[in-house]
């Protein structure tokens, strides 16, 4: 039976950000599925121009309410951990990994430029400006639209022009600051001192949106010593690690990362 890998998008993207990555795991054999956040269904462009007119009410709880029932029809309960499926988020969505892999329902993670726990922060201003921005108060409910070029400049910095504007015709959507400000509260907790599969967590160096440092300092905060936790951090990439140029080569560390867990023995706890 093959192994099952989740995708998990984060803010700003739909499934679709995962389709170079659903690809290459389903050539290696994985049974791979990327659900949709509530209201991230369809094309990003329409999402983007025609956004369902319950977003700016989305929660960071409705997310993960919706993405567990995703995962426990995926295995995710099963008394056997080995079969549970693998998780792979980026952004909110590694957050949503984490959490998951606290309430033990993945065979491992990886953490892609996620967003951290524990209302763990860093001295970093565009960090600090990008917070600012989405999690207004001032802003009620009104969702957060990025601009073509708010896009290249916070998401996608590492680009030229052409290809920035290019990834945001063809990923972007708008999305809800309801989410982000669970992400910074209660909801976005988790006990990292507790034994837990094995995590991965992957950084980018120019990431304006995740700052490489708090990656870091995510990762070191689980502190079980018999638990896996890896640090990876690529350099000249930004928070749209997943889908620039070059991304291939985080998909080759992944896969090669999944196959040492998968070939360790003892893997699980």
Known sequence: MSRKII????????PVSWTPWMRYFGEQGFDCSAPAWPDHEGEP???RTSPPDTLGDLSLEDVIQKLEADVIRAGGNDADTSKRPILIGHSVGGLIAQIFVARGLASMAVAICPVAP????TLDWPFFKNVA???NPFKGDKPFAHTAETFHESFCNTLNKEDAALAFELTATQD???VLRGCLGSAGEIDISLKHVPLLFISAKEDKIIPYELVEKNAAAYTDVSSIVTYKEFPDRSHFICGEPGSQEVIDHVQQWIREQQSTVPLFV
């Open 176 to 178: 809800s600051r309801n």
């Open 118 to 121: 524990n209302k763990m922060m």
């Open 45 to 47: 462009k329409m999402l």
């Open 133 to 135: 921005a989405i999690a």
């Open 7 to 14: 995708f998990i998008h984060g803010m700003f993207q739909n």
